[in-house]
């Protein structure tokens, strides 16, 4: 019943942008800590951002610190990565899940996920060179 859906990914050249869209279905993200993780072939899956319920906690791994910007819209039940200045090293699927605890550290970036989570199916990220 419970549901996420990414969708934004695509192929982009060096310096692009793209924007990811995680959509829920079934529950309410507000009530929801989320996460935005990516795996690249031959690497463990790493956290790329994530946010407490609140929003009082926020984390960015420090490869993408500054370039990327995690956000909420309540009204669409949607939660966004804005991804600027793109990198062939940003290339993976990314994930997004959302869990009703995450701890949330920022030294050294780290997002665990607690209680009951939901993963979306992934999108893809290519960017060429």
């Known amino acids: 019943q419970l549901q996420l859906v990414e969708s934004g990914g695509g192929l982009v050249q060096l310096g692009g942008s793209l924007r990811l869209s995680c959509a829920a279905s079934?529950?309410?993200?507000?009530?929801?800590?989320i996460g935005w993780f990516r795996q690249a072939p031959g690497k463990e899956r790493e956290g790329v951002s994530c946010t407490s319920s609140s929003g009082r906690s926020t984390m960015y791994a420090d490869s993408v610190k500054g370039r990327f910007t995690i956000s909420r819209d309540n009204a669409k039940n949607t939660v966004y990565l804005q991804m600027n200045s793109l990198k062939p090293e940003d290339t993976a699927v990314y994930y997004c899940a959302a869990a009703h605890a995450m701890e949330i550290t920022t030294v050294p970036p780290m997002c665990v996920l607690a209680g009951n989570d939901t993963w979306g199916q992934g999108t893809q990220v290519t960017v060429s060179s």
């Open positions: 079934g529950f309410t993200l507000d009530y929801y800590a």
